[in-house]
Each structure stands twice: as structure tokens, then as C-alpha cells.
RNA sequence: GGAGGGGUGGCUGAGCGGUCGAAAGCACUGGUCUUGAACACCAGCGAGGCUAACGCCUCCCAGGGUUCGAAUCCCUGCCCCUCCGCCA
């Protein structure tokens, strides 16, 4: 959610900002409810201050043996305008309200002007793509028989997936591997978070209200869902807190299976093992001071750039631009893994700052030492790396002549020291 | 599943239906003292919102209700704790 006082002080300045990211900001509609609220709301409170101060003219007046029916009278009246009042005054913050919880973030002055991921732009190149002394086949043909797209469908349907052996293996190797990373060299805390969440978390990180068509619900009482990401449940571990300073940065790493509808994306990557309704992803968290949290992105981005290093991945690095940034992030870099079975670089990392968004939503603060005043703290977040695009980099880039697939070496302690699977 | 107890400020924990946004302690901040620190003493110290300002409003788990007036009484829900049973 953005500052309502920004918003109120220079309407116009956020929509210039927000149109970055094609938003178009209804600055009428936003006039209305500004003047309405602010009418009812005066109203309200001016009501309720009579209110309280008759009832104690009450107590004062009984205590003292005095008549107090005309006060009594006077208050039935007061009570039927104040109610009126109140329930509009209701009324107007929840329209308001609504209405905020869906103006996506403002994008920050360095995301370039674009609309589709066309537009975005490259900010670096790690690593050379290898050259193959033959025709390089895709993750689908490497896996051969460990893959079994039928056995999914039998158990599900489309875009899910099951693997076998060694392919199963590596798929958990990986986990423990990046994990292993961040926890031992970038100063993570691993933590284990529940996989279905309330309404309120899912409003909280951004996902809810306006994105319910990708979310898996689950039948029960309580309005649930199957996490998308990490990012929701571990963001919102320091909701309705006030952290001190002194226990900032939080940094916490957290491995999850995400669960997404794709819904947008019917014949979008149906070939592959690229975009499933599961997954599992290595998720970097960071909740910061508001005046770090840049450096953070920075930071943060290298962790995840770690991982891919590691494995010997060729990759890119993304600046996202304004049409393509996610409904809460002011800023993204996406890390893009090179694929030699199709030939393009595909994303397998993004790395957010969503300054004060989503904490003002979720309500995480920190107080600030110089003022003693707890105000909205800032969050990051990126995957450090998705586990399937990284199972499906590391066997189509490893791939060998005679079908088998090497290990990084990095990767060997994990994998029974093999040098080569398949 | 059965029986009982409870949810109050960063934490612990008081709170006859009116003067309670809430005692007290801890923590924290500032000051005195000290070469410096600790100790002691003094003072301050919840969150959110509105207003140009004075100041006003809201919040004692959530939602309803009773009442002129609710942290305090009633109902419902959620959560936590203890005991019994059941399952692993």
C-alpha cells in the first residue's frame, strides 16, 4: 500500500510515477473519496466528542443527586445521528480502503520505460555459453525415462511433475545445497513456514486482493491458500511487530514448494518442465532499515548470483522495466540461466526491493532510534534459485555426447560425489 | 472429543460500569552523580488516525449486544494454557 499521505499531498506526482508502470490512477475518483472520508470522518469524531462529554456530564450530575433526564434525552437524539454518521463514515473507508489495496507499488526513478519484458534491460553477462560438439538437446530429452509427464497427469493433470532416481535426487540436492550457501556465507536464517495461509497474510506481501485468479484456494471454513512463494508466509512472520533496532537486518532463508494457477499463461510453455502449478523454490527474505534497503537489493542480488556462480551456470542479469515489475516491487533485477536446449537466456531468479509496500500492509516497523517513532520497514526478496529451472540449467548446460550429465563439482558432496548422472 | 482457566502497552502484570489509554515492575530514553561505567536518585516513555492550529477521535484478541456511559456485564468466533480421553 502506498503512504496515504503522499498520495493525498501530491496526487498528481504519484500518477506520473505509477503511468511508469502503466497504471493509470483515478485522481477524480481519488479526490472523492478524499473529501468524503474527510467530511464523515470530522463529522464522526465531532459527534463522538459530544457523546463523551454528555455521558460524563451524566455521571458528574447522578453523583451529585442532580436531574439528569434532560442529558439522558438529548443523548437518545445525538446516538441516531451519531450511528447515521459512523455507518457511512464505515462505509466510505472500506470503499477507500479497497481501492488503495489495489494501486500497485511506484516504481523507482532507475526502472527503465517499457512495457513488456522486451523492453526490459540487461545490466550484465557471468559466464559463456559452451560450445557443443553437438546438437544440445532440451531438459525433457536429457531426462529421458526420469522424467514421466504421463505419471503426472495420471495423479493430477498438466504442469505437474515426477522424477525418479537420480533426477530425484538432484532435484533435493539442490535445496540442501543453496540452502547450505546461504545459511554458512551470506548469514541467513533458515526457517521452516507453514505452506497454506490466511487471507490476511496474502494481503499483506500484495498477493490478495487483486491476483486471487493465480492462487490455489483450499476448501475449508477459514479462507486459505497455497502459497505462491516463500516470500508470503516468511514476510509475514514480522507482521504486527515493531523490531527495535537493533534486530535488523532479518535475513531468512526458506525452502518451500510454491503453488501457482498460471492462469494467465494457458500454452505458455506447455512443452517442458519450465512453468508447473508446483514447484520448489530456495527463497532469500530480507526485512531492513528503510534508508538500507538498495544496498540490500545489491546484496541480496549477489546472494542469488552465488548460487548460479557455483554451478557454473551461464546467466544475465535483468533490470525489469515499468510494465513488466510485479504489483509491489518498486525495483526488480531478474537473473536469467542460459538454456542451450532452446537457445535463450529464462528467468530463474528475482530479486525485489518493495520498500514500505508491503509493510505498510502487514504492518512490519521498526523503530527508528533517532525519532523513537516506529515507522514501516522495508522488505526484499528473490529466489536463491527456483529448484526445477536450476535442475533443468544444470542438466541441459552439463549435458555430455554419451547422454550422460556431469556434476559441478560444487554439487558432488551432495550428489554421492558422482561425477556424472544419467 | 470431554472439563476447566485465560487473552490488557516492547515484556511481566493490576484493573468497584463513569475522573482508565489504563496501577506497578522490567526494558528503553534523557538528566544528576562518576575520570569513565555500574549503582542510586529525578524525569520521560503505547499504537493508529484527523486537524492550518488549539485540540479531537479510535484501539485493552475479533465481531455483535446491554447501557446515558463498557477494558470492566452478556452472546458468538478465533487463539493460548491445564487436566482427562483418543490417535501416533
Redesign the pocket.
Given at each position: 500500500m502506498l503512504d496515504?499521505?503522499t498520495l493525498?499531498r501530491d496526487p498528481e506526482e504519484v500518477a506520473r510515477r505509477l503511468a511508469r508502470r502503466g497504471h493509470v490512477l483515478d485522481l477524480n475518483l481519488l479526490a472523492d473519496f478524499e473529501r468524503s472520508r474527510?467530511d464523515l470522518?470530522?463529522r464522526?469524531?465531532?459527534l463522538?466528542?459530544e457523546?463523551?462529554?454528555?455521558?460524563?456530564a451524566?455521571?458528574l450530575a447522578?453523583?451529585r443527586g442532580e436531574d439528569?433526564a434532560p442529558m439522558?434525552e438529548a443523548?437518545?437524539n445525538l446516538?441516531v445521528r451519531l450511528d447515521a454518521a459512523k455507518q457511512e463514515l464505515t462505509r466510505v473507508q472500506a470503499e477507500y480502503n479497497e481501492f488503495l489495496l489495489h494501486i500497485p507499488n511506484i516504481p523507482s526513478e532507475e526502472v527503465p520505460v517499457g512495457e513488456t519484458d522486451a523492453d526490459n534491460k540487461e545490466l550484465w553477462r557471468v559466464g559463456e555459453p559452451r560450445n557443443f560438439e553437438f546438437p544440445p538437446r532440451d531438459h525433457m530429452a536429457v531426462g529421458g525415462a526420469l522424467i514421466d509427464p504421463e505419471a503426472a497427469v495420471r495423479v493430477t493433470g498438466s504442469r505437474f511433475s515426477v522424477f525418479y532416481d537420480e533426477l530425484a535426487r538432484l532435484h533435493r540436492a539442490l535445496i540442501q545445497f543453496m540452502i547450505d550457501i546461504h545459511v554458512t556465507h551470506h548469514g541467513y536464517r533458515e526457517v521452516y513456514v507453514p505452506y497454506i495461509v490466511n487471507e490476511d497474510t496474502m494481503r499483506g506481501t500484495g498477493q490478495l486482493p487483486k491476483f486471487e485468479e493465480d492462487l490455489f484456494r483450499v476448501a475449508s471454513?477459514a479462507k486459505f491458500y497455497l502459497i505462491p512463494t516463500a516470500e508470503v508466509p516468511v514476510t509475514n512472520l514480522i507482521k504486527d511487530q515493531?523490531l527495535d533496532d537493533a534486530s535488523v537486518p532479518l535475513k531468512f532463508v526458506c525452502h518451500t514448494p510454491c503453488f501457482r494457477r498460471e492462469a494467465g499463461s494457458a500454452g505458455r510453455d506447455t512443452h517442458g518442465l519450465i512453468r508447473q502449478h508446483q514447484f520448489e523454490k530456495v527463497e532469500l527474505v530480507q526485512i531492513v532499515r528503510p534508508s538500507e534497503s538498495w544496498d540490500a537489493l545489491e546484496e541480496l542480488t549477489g546472494h542469488a548470483e552465488t548460487v548460479l556462480k557455483e554451478l557454473e551456470l551461464p546467466y544475465r542479469a535483468v533490470d525489469l522495466c515499468g510494465g513488466d515489475l510485479g504489483f509491489a516491487a518498486a525495483r526488480t533485477i531478474d537473473l536469467e540461466v542460459w538454456l542451450p536446449g532452446s537457445q535463450a537466456y529464462r528467468e530463474i531468479s528475482s530479486c525485489s526491493n518493495f520498500l514500505d509496500f508491503q509493510a505498510r500492509r502487514a504492518r512490519i516497523?521498526w523503530?527508528n532510534p533517532e525519532t523513537?517513532?516506529?515507522?514501516p520497514a522495508h522488505t526484499l526478496n528473490g529466489s536463491g534459485l527456483a529448484i526445477g529451472r536450476t535442475m533443468i540449467a544444470v542438466m541441459e548446460n552439463f549435458q555430455q555426447a554419451d547422454g550422460s550429465v556431469r556434476m559441478p563439482p560444487a554439487l558432488r558432496p551432495y550428489m554421492r560425489d558422482l561425477e556424472y548422472i544419467l
Amino acid at each position: 500500500m502506498l503512504d496515504p499521505r503522499t498520495l493525498r499531498r501530491d496526487p498528481e506526482e504519484v500518477a506520473r510515477r505509477l503511468a511508469r508502470r502503466g497504471h493509470v490512477l483515478d485522481l477524480n475518483l481519488l479526490a472523492d473519496f478524499e473529501r468524503s472520508r474527510r467530511d464523515l470522518q470530522m463529522r464522526t469524531e465531532t459527534l463522538q466528542s459530544e457523546r463523551n462529554q454528555t455521558s460524563k456530564a451524566i455521571g458528574l450530575a447522578r453523583a451529585r443527586g442532580e436531574d439528569s433526564a434532560p442529558m439522558v434525552e438529548a443523548m437518545s437524539n445525538l446516538r441516531v445521528r451519531l450511528d447515521a454518521a459512523k455507518q457511512e463514515l464505515t462505509r466510505v473507508q472500506a470503499e477507500y480502503n479497497e481501492f488503495l489495496l489495489h494501486i500497485p507499488n511506484i516504481p523507482s526513478e532507475e526502472v527503465p520505460v517499457g512495457e513488456t519484458d522486451a523492453d526490459n534491460k540487461e545490466l550484465w553477462r557471468v559466464g559463456e555459453p559452451r560450445n557443443f560438439e553437438f546438437p544440445p538437446r532440451d531438459h525433457m530429452a536429457v531426462g529421458g525415462a526420469l522424467i514421466d509427464p504421463e505419471a503426472a497427469v495420471r495423479v493430477t493433470g498438466s504442469r505437474f511433475s515426477v522424477f525418479y532416481d537420480e533426477l530425484a535426487r538432484l532435484h533435493r540436492a539442490l535445496i540442501q545445497f543453496m540452502i547450505d550457501i546461504h545459511v554458512t556465507h551470506h548469514g541467513y536464517r533458515e526457517v521452516y513456514v507453514p505452506y497454506i495461509v490466511n487471507e490476511d497474510t496474502m494481503r499483506g506481501t500484495g498477493q490478495l486482493p487483486k491476483f486471487e485468479e493465480d492462487l490455489f484456494r483450499v476448501a475449508s471454513d477459514a479462507k486459505f491458500y497455497l502459497i505462491p512463494t516463500a516470500e508470503v508466509p516468511v514476510t509475514n512472520l514480522i507482521k504486527d511487530q515493531i523490531l527495535d533496532d537493533a534486530s535488523v537486518p532479518l535475513k531468512f532463508v526458506c525452502h518451500t514448494p510454491c503453488f501457482r494457477r498460471e492462469a494467465g499463461s494457458a500454452g505458455r510453455d506447455t512443452h517442458g518442465l519450465i512453468r508447473q502449478h508446483q514447484f520448489e523454490k530456495v527463497e532469500l527474505v530480507q526485512i531492513v532499515r528503510p534508508s538500507e534497503s538498495w544496498d540490500a537489493l545489491e546484496e541480496l542480488t549477489g546472494h542469488a548470483e552465488t548460487v548460479l556462480k557455483e554451478l557454473e551456470l551461464p546467466y544475465r542479469a535483468v533490470d525489469l522495466c515499468g510494465g513488466d515489475l510485479g504489483f509491489a516491487a518498486a525495483r526488480t533485477i531478474d537473473l536469467e540461466v542460459w538454456l542451450p536446449g532452446s537457445q535463450a537466456y529464462r528467468e530463474i531468479s528475482s530479486c525485489s526491493n518493495f520498500l514500505d509496500f508491503q509493510a505498510r500492509r502487514a504492518r512490519i516497523r521498526w523503530r527508528n532510534p533517532e525519532t523513537g517513532r516506529p515507522e514501516p520497514a522495508h522488505t526484499l526478496n528473490g529466489s536463491g534459485l527456483a529448484i526445477g529451472r536450476t535442475m533443468i540449467a544444470v542438466m541441459e548446460n552439463f549435458q555430455q555426447a554419451d547422454g550422460s550429465v556431469r556434476m559441478p563439482p560444487a554439487l558432488r558432496p551432495y550428489m554421492r560425489d558422482l561425477e556424472y548422472i544419467l
